[in-house]
């Protein structure tokens, strides 16, 4: 088991009976992130790279270092690091910079398993382009499997964005394989990391993916920052889609010339505070080494399912964990019903389609709940969630029909 201190996250501290177990919708913040940004706006609070005075230097240095801990923390280059607002905004901007490439009769994969942040921006640029949007079939236990990427993957395939961890099931794609037989056929693949990069060792280069988009707010840092990598020559071959201050080399009345990447993908003042405070965040991360902290939340995860698997009352969702989330619901029950039942425990959870609604629908139902873990849960939680969903179950036991 980990040993991180509760007294590390001032949310906990200040909710003392709080069981936070929705880290997969944000994590808690350590008071060092939030230090970061106070010392950002406190000390040093001016522009980037604007300035040629001492602060605004300062300010720069702070906001730029992020790009080297980042690509430490993924095995990139520095410059292979755009700096986003989230997950969310790395995805859209991808469909619009990589829709160029992609015509009449071109083929996208994805799945039931992706968030609406990474299909929704596809389903647009497929009826634009009058390509087509392509599901791989989940197998029996609702993963990605490579047999059923082989079905999918033709010569007309253009791009492979696939889900790392699913936010809703918590299973783990085989993404490293996927992404070596996408290349085969010179497709570009994409790699959702917003549930992988802040729960598990992530590294590009191994993977060999072409892009990875991730958030800042599920990973200890703040919220309103992202990253996406992009492997340089590609990433700098795109066009930009967001035109404005700092991304340019020199503005002519009738055209302009762009920085090259990762500058000209940063249009506008971006979330400074934000940015500069994603690096104690990860730096938190790296000191308890990514694999215990993967292993910390899936410990958890096991042990509540070991628990609740055997009661009847319960659909199982997440049958055999492969991360930190478990999702399930009281038969007969609405997942909201049962979610403010433990909240009422002070058990936090999340209840619903989770911005997921294509697994939801697969899966068959109106929603799940879901109990996610991160690095400030404990075993004594985890006991306590079993023991408030026995709790749930008798309670609800007479409103079943
Ligand atoms: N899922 C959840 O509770 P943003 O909101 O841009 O930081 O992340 C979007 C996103 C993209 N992909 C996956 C797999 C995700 O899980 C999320 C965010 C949260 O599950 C909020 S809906």
């Not at 001032?10 to 940004?37: C, G």
């Not at 010179?186 to 892009?211: E, N, R, S, T, Y």
């Not at 992009?230 to 503005?251: A, C, I, Q, R, T």
């Not at 049958?319 to 038969?331: C, H, L, M």
Request: charge should be negative.
């Amino acid at each position: 088991m980990l040993e991180v201190k509760r007294a590390d996250f001032p949310v906990l501290v200040n909710n003392e009976k709080m069981i936070y177990m929705d880290s997969a919708a944000t994590s808690l913040k350590p008071q060092i992130v939030i230090d970061k940004i106070n010392e950002y706006y406190t000390k040093y609070g001016v522009n980037i790279h604007r300035g040629v005075y001492d602060l605004s230097s300062k300010a720069t240095d702070e906001y730029e270092e992020l790009r080297t801990v980042v690509a430490k923390f993924i095995n990139c280059k520095p410059r292979e690091v755009v700096y986003t607002k989230g997950t969310t905004n790395g995805l859209n901007m991808l469909a619009q910079i990589l829709k160029a490439n992609i015509h009449e009769g071109d083929e996208i994969i994805v799945s039931q398993l992706d968030h609406h942040s990474l299909v929704m921006p596809w389903q647009n640029v497929a009826k634009e382009k009058g390509a087509k949007l392509v599901f791989i079939e989940l197998n029996e236990k609702n993963q990605i499997t490579i047999e059923n990427f082989k079905k999918v993957l033709t010569k007309k395939t253009k791009i492979v964005n696939l889900t790392y961890v699913s936010n809703v099931l918590g299973v783990v794609a085989p993404v490293k394989e996927i992404t070596k037989l996408a290349h085969e056929i010179g497709a570009i693949v994409i790699c959702d990391g917003a549930q992988a990069v802040p729960h598990m060792k992530v590294d590009v280069q191994d993977l060999d993916v072409d892009f990875l988009a991730f958030s800042g707010h599920k990973m200890l840092g703040p919220t309103g920052c992202g990253i996406l990598y992009g492997k340089y020559d590609l990433l700098n071959s795109l066009e930009p889609e967001e035109f404005g201050g700092d991304m340019n080399d020199g503005v002519e009345m009738y055209d302009s010339t762009f920085k090259d990447a990762p500058e000209k993908f940063e249009a506008g003042t971006p979330n400074i505070a934000g940015l500069i405070a994603l690096k104690p965040a990860i730096e938190y991360l790296s000191k308890l080494g990514m694999e215990n902290v993967h292993n910390h939340s899936l410990s958890l995860a096991k042990y509540v399912v070991e628990n609740i698997k055997n009661n009847d009352m319960i659909e199982l969702y997440t049958k055999e964990p492969e991360s930190g989330i478990v999702t399930f619901n009281i038969k007969g029950i609405h997942p909201h019903d049962t979610a403010t039942f433990l909240a009422a425990q002070n058990i936090c959870v999340r209840a619903g389609h989770h911005c997921a609604q294509l697994i939801t629908h697969h899966l068959g139902c109106m929603g799940t709940v879901r109990a996610s873990f991160y690095i400030y849960n404990t075993i004594e939680e985890a006991q306590a969630l079993v023991a408030a969903i026995n709790g749930a179950c008798e309670y609800f036991k007479e409103w079943i029909i």
